[in-house]
């Protein structure tokens, strides 16, 4: 090859790992990607590697490759200072390692186990014949070693391929700081987020729970006066009052809680049987013991199927549903929770006879703090979070969420479980 034809091809392929590294690729496809692109412009390159210094191993460890068995060579990890990457790295410049001897000089102290590794990697037992290794580092920060080899011969690689493999590492190390710097960033976008977060749940809370604070305060403040003696039907009253509201209370932490878990995606699932008729049964009997006003009916088919499921957080859609429910019809009424089979998937359907939604309230309905705006609804206490956490919960599970509703008439909300589930 004359040297023009050299210089053309270096260039060439230059350009190419150019573009590559603009390819939207995570970091060891990448640099998969760059080191194909060595084979052939240095034609005795018969196997190459890029190894990487791991702070937390203490150790140089493979990242990408060529001519080896990648799986096998995964299990590498050179020391500080072991063979020829720990050399080069050392030395901060590129190296060639002519003959036989000059290498197998450098790998001199490269332990069993890994020469083993590199045995079977490359499927044989001989050592290099000639290797090239170029430092990968940004600055003053020394990242690892981009190394090549020729294994057979006869070609050789020459002083003339120094520069451009010294070229190439500079470039994979760009992109290795690129990929830091873009983890990095990510971190503090996750963190302000975290923040921000942080900061509306604080902000919700403390709105949301004064309402029912103030009213415990009134009813114990009046409870507790000396001049008025109450009768005992009015101290019931006002307990079963102060009753309601640390439930309100509750029932609100949960679902700040809930949100904030899911909103860091700590949506842990912990699936198991779950008998979703007798979950509503649960939930039913638990929001009929705290009203006289409504009457809550549970209505599933016999053959409903057992589905695999988290109780947990199944438990929670029809708990904040079925509040919902009994919050938003403040003159009682009946609420149906009816199961229907469809063939892929199993629909759950929460009714009530409450105020009802306008259609174009209903378009908002799942999205985070969203409340209905009518003088009615601000007296009713609420996060506007209990309905994204039941989409989120029933997303996660594969089902969707949705709602039918006509003002002053009632409301239904559907959940849908896939059958995929069922067990
Ligand atoms: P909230 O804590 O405010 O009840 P949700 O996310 O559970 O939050 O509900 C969002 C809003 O949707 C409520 O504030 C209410 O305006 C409306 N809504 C939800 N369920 C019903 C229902 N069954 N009947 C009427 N309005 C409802």
Redesign the pocket.
């Known amino acids: 090859m004359t040297d023009v034809e050299r210089l053309q091809r270096e260039l060439y392929a230059l350009t190419e790992v150019a573009k590559t590294l603009t390819l939207p690729l995570e970091l060891p496809e990448l640099l998969n990607a760059v080191v194909q692109k060595i084979i052939g412009v240095i034609e005795p390159a018969e196997a190459g590697a890029v190894m990487l210094w791991d702070q937390d191993s203490g150790l140089f460890r493979p990242s990408a490759g060529f001519g080896y068995n990648l799986e096998v060579l995964s299990e590498l990890g050179l020391r500080a200072g072991e063979s020829v990457t720990g050399k080069v790295f050392d030395a901060g410049k590129v190296c060639l390692f002519h003959t036989p001897d000059q290498v197998a000089n450098a790998m001199e102290d490269m332990r069993p186990s890994n020469r083993a590794v590199m045995a079977r990697a490359l499927g044989s037992e001989a050592l290099p014949c000639c290797t090239l290794a170029a430092p990968i580092s940004v600055g003053e920060h020394k990242l690892g070693v981009l190394i090549l080899e020729t294994i057979r011969g006869p070609a050789m690689f020459s002083n003339g391929d120094m520069p451009f493999l010294q070229t190439i590492a500079d470039l994979i190390a760009l992109a290795i700081d690129r990929d830091r710097l873009a983890t990095q960033a990510d971190a503090i976008r996750a963190e302000r987020r975290a923040e921000r977060l942080r900061s509306e749940v604080l902000a919700t809370l403390s709105h949301e729970l004064r309402m029912p604070l103030t009213a415990i305060q009134g009813f114990s403040s009046a409870l507790l006066l000396d001049e008025v003696d109450w009768s005992n039907d009015k101290r019931q009253e006002f307990l079963r009052m102060i009753e309601q509201e640390c439930n309100n209370m509750q029932s609100m932490l949960t679902?700040i809680l809930d949100s904030s878990m899911i909103e860091v995606d700590q949506l842990i699932m912990e699936r198991q049987p779950v008998r979703i008729p007798f979950i509503a049964h649960q939930v039913a009997e638990e929001v009929q013991r705290r009203t006289d006003a409504h009457h809550i009916i549970v209505d599933f088919p016999a053959t409903f199927p057992i589905l695999e499921a988290d109780p947990r957080w199944i438990k929670q859609v029809f708990r904040?549903i079925l509040d919902?429910?009994v919050?938003?019809?403040s003159q009682g009424g009946l609420i149906v929770i009816r199961g229907e089979l469809r063939p892929n998937d199993v629909v759950v359907v929460i009714a009530?006879q409450?105020?009802?939604?306008s259609p174009e309230d209903l378009i908002p309905?799942f999205e985070r703090y969203?409340?209905?705006r009518s003088p009615t609804?601000l007296q009713i206490p609420?996060?506007?979070?209990?309905?994204?956490i039941a989409r989120a919960i029933v997303e996660a599970h594969g089902g969707r969420i949705w709602a039918e509703?006509k003002l002053s008439e009632g409301?239904s909300?559907y959940f849908s479980l896939p059958k995929m589930l069922e067990i």
């Open positions: 679902d904040n919902n429910a919050k938003y019809s009530d409450g105020i009802g939604i309905l969203f409340r209905v609804n609420g996060t506007g979070l209990g309905l994204p509703s409301t909300i």
